[in-house]
């Protein structure tokens, strides 16, 4: 006999707007900032996904990805350094 919270571990998961996630995988949530997918789980019952993240300041969450709001993270394009510049001038 299955529980409402028997679950099993699964290797990976579409996720609308960001594509397959696999453990390891580094995601930004809105709130929680950036993570690090820990596990991707499936329950036995419902049929329904919940993914694991760890997060530096608010450690390990376990979110619904339908509603998480999860995105791949943002690489700030800050200014460029002194010597970003000075190698770039001679192109």
């Not at 419902?46 to 993914?51: A, F, M, R, T």
């Not at 709001?69 to 460029?80: A, H």
Request: aromatic share 10%; no cysteine; proline share 4%.
């Amino acid at each position: 006999m299955t529980h409402k919270l028997d679950a099993k571990e699964i290797n990976s998961l579409e996720i609308d707007g960001v594509g397959e996630v696999k453990t390891g995988m580094i995601l930004e949530h809105p709130m929680f900032g950036i993570g690090e997918v820990e596990a991707i789980f499936e329950f036995a019952k419902s049929g329904e996904n919940s993914i694991r993240l760890k997060f530096e300041k608010y450690g390990s969450k376990a979110l619904s990805p339908e509603y998480a709001k999860l995105s791949l993270p943002n690489k700030k394009e800050g200014k460029p350094s002194f010597w970003g510049n000075l190698f770039k001038r001679g192109k």
